[in-house]
Each structure stands twice: as structure tokens, then as C-alpha cells.
């Protein structure tokens, strides 16, 4: 949140978020490698929205695959389909004044288009963030333990590694992790929504 003086005290206060900004839905997609900082990005993002006033709803990738995507795997056309449904609900969250960030990691370009798209008929903001930690750091991370197990040989078709990562070419926004602590990165996606007039 910015910050303004008082002109009474002369004092820092806390600017208000115009409730215009509160009232304005909006898909905010965080795309990326596994490990890349998506979830915990969407999530330090979501509390300080939530503190902010705005509706805020999570769509993480791990959460929708257990029970909206249940039973989809992971070839091409699976997470094609995995991504439009998770686009559809988010379009249908975010006409109705909701902040939907979806922290999903959305390897195809054209699946990635086709939520676009449907928000844009829709008039739906539709924000592509790329949080673009080089695939390097994010195998050092390993939160799940799956490069190590791709390294392994105990699984394949690990995103970025031996599946396709289409990095998105003209996102809205490209987010560096790397040298950078979560809350910095977090402030540097706040930024840009504020800019964006919403938040
Ligand atoms: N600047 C940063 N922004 C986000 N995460 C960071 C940053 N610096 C370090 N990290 C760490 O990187 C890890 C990112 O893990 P996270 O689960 O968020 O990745 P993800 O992109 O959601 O992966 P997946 O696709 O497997 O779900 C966390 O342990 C987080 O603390
Ligand atoms: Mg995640």
C-alpha cells in the first residue's frame, strides 16, 4: 500500500485502496516451473488483498487436481483441459468483483490463450504473470522433491525438464525470484496491480 502525509499531522498514514480497486475483479495468473514460487507468491499476495478489503480467491494448481481436475493426468491434452476449466472458474470469479489468483504452472501457450480469450469476450481482466525463475534455482528448490526424482529416473515428463515449458512471450507482467526474497517479490506483483488500478 502506498503511503501519503497527512496534512492535519503531518504524519505518514496509510493510503486507503479506493473502493473502485476493491470492487474491480480480475484473473491474475502465475505461471512458471515447478518451484518457481507461484503458490507462495499467490498466497502472500491473497493476505495482503484480503487485508486490503478485496475479495480474494486461490485457485492453486495442487488443489484443483485433487478434486475439479480429479482423474486428469498429464499429457497435453490433459493439461489443456486442467487449464480451461481452472480458467473457467476464474472468469466466472472475477466477473463477479473477485481477485482470482491461480498459481498454476499452465505449460501451453495455447491453453493460456484460450483462458485469455474467454475472459476478453467476456470483458474480463485477464492478467499473464510469468514468474521466471530460471529452471536452474528452481531444481535447487525442488520443494516437492520432483527434479530430484526426474534426476532419478523414478518419474518423467517433469515441465521444463523433459516436457515442454512454453514461456509466455508477452506477459503482463514478468516476476524475478531469483535474489530476491518472497516479500519483495510479492510487493513487485502489488505494484502492478495498483498500477493497474487494481489494487
Ligand atoms: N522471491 C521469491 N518468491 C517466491 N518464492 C520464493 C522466493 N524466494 C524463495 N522462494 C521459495 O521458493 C519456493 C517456491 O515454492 P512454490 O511452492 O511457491 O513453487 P510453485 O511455483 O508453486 O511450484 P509448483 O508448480 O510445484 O506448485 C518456496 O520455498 C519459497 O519460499
Ligand atoms: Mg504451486
Known amino acids: 500500500m502506498s ?37 507462495t507468491l499467490a498466497f502472500a499476495l491473497a493476505e495482503r488483498l484480503r487485508a486490503e478489503g478485496h475479495k480474494v480467491e486461490v ?7 485433487e478434486f475439479l481436475s480429479k482423474g486428469l493426468g498429464f499429457t497435453r491434452e490433459d493439461r489443456h483441459t486442467n487449464v480451461t476449466r481452472i480458467g473457467f472458474v476464474a472468469e466466472k470469479l ?22 485469455r480469450e474467454r475472459h476478453l469476450a467476456n470483458g474480463t481482466d485477464f492478467l499473464e504473470i510469468h514468474v521466471a525463475t530460471p529452471v536452474e534455482l528452481c531444481s535447487e528448490r525442488d520443494v516437492k ?5 526426474q534426476a ?26 531469483q535474489g530476491r526474497t518472497v516479500a519483495e517479490s510479492a510487493a513487485d506483483l502489488h505494484a502492478f496491480l495498483t498500477e493497474r488500478g487494481l489494487a
Not at 504524519?11 to 512458471?32: D, F, H, I, N, S
Not at 515449458?165 to 503482463?172: H, L
Request: aromatic share 4%.
Open 94 to 115: 472475477a466477473a463477479n468483483g473477485v481477485k482470482v489468483l491461480a498459481p498454476v504452472i499452465a505449460p501451453f501457450a495455447d491453453s493460456r490463450a484460450a483462458v
Open 145 to 149: 522433491g520432483l527434479y530430484a526424482k
Open 152 to 177: 532419478a529416473g523414478e518419474i518423467s515428463g517433469l515441465t521444463g525438464v523433459d516436457d515442454p515449458y512454453e514461456a509466455p512471450e508477452d506477459p503482463e507482467l514478468r516476476i524475478q525470484t
Open 3 to 39: 503511503t501519503a502525509t497527512t496534512p492535519a499531522t503531518g504524519e505518514a498514514a496509510e493510503a486507503a485502496v479506493p473502493a473502485a480497486a476493491c470492487e474491480r475483479g480480475a484473473t491474475v495468473w502465475l505461471t512458471g516451473l515447478p518451484s518457481a514460487g507461484k503458490t
Open 59 to 65: 485457485l492453486d494448481g495442487d488443489e484443483i487436481r
